[in-house]
């Protein structure tokens, strides 16, 4: 994986867990959380999303194919 894309993940990844984060913190996901027990799905997905991207990113950083 190029370097440049390896960096573009781990940014997207970062960004994408401090809207999750944020997102878990909301009113909206607050009231999901009392009535089903967990956080909204927009909230679960953004946090997904974001720990896969940064893993991605940082493993594409770290394991570069060499030609």
């Excluded at 909204?40 to 594409?60: D, E, F, H, Q």
């Amino acid at each position: 994986m190029s370097k440049p894309l390896s960096i573009a993940l781990l940014v997207i990844g970062i960004i994408l867990l401090v809207f999750g984060y944020n997102a878990s913190q909301s009113v909206s996901s607050n009231i999901s959380e009392t009535v089903q027990g967990a956080p909204s799905n927009k909230a679960i997905w953004l946090i997904t999303t974001g720990v896969i991207a940064t893993l991605v990113g940082i493993l594409g950083l770290v394991y570069r194919r060499r030609p």
